[in-house]
């Protein structure tokens, strides 16, 4: 078998389009969320501790969140977060979630009904800061 430039660029073209049309190029990045946090009284933590702490806090609250009936989640990974000091004693964390299983709609739900007006970690938990969420908007 002979191959030819016009041969290899129509086979180049049909992976391509077979790729783009797979459902993992059709995943989205999950929504982009802000959500304000205030450290635990007591605490001064820097932006980039905030960032520490959050990353893994997030996933967990993530897990721990309610689900749609019948949704059976098999991956939660996040794009982020970062955060930024208010200067008033609360940060702005900024994270996208990522959760095989939901629409990027029912991760925006779970985060701004269920998140807010509550702590990242659990209140017997033992990691170095804890937040409490004050709002969060994706």
Known sequence: MK???ASVALALSAFS??????????????????????????TSP?????????????????????????????????????????GDGTF???????VDGLTSDEISDIITTQWPKTWVWPADSTTGYNFYMTSAVC
């Open 3 to 5: 191959f030819t430039p």
């Open 17 to 42: 389009t077979a790729v783009l049309a797979s459902p993992l190029s059709r995943r989205d990045t999950g929504p982009e969320c802000s959500i304000v946090v205030t450290p635990e009284n007591g």
């Open 46 to 86: 820097t932006a980039g501790a905030v960032q520490n702490e959050l990353l893994y806090g997030f996933l967990e609250r993530m897990s721990d969140s309610t689900y749609p009936d019948g949704t059976t989640v098999t991956r939660i990974s996040l794009i982020g977060p970062s955060a930024t000091d208010n």
């Open 92 to 98: 702005t964390a900024v994270t996208n979630l990522i």
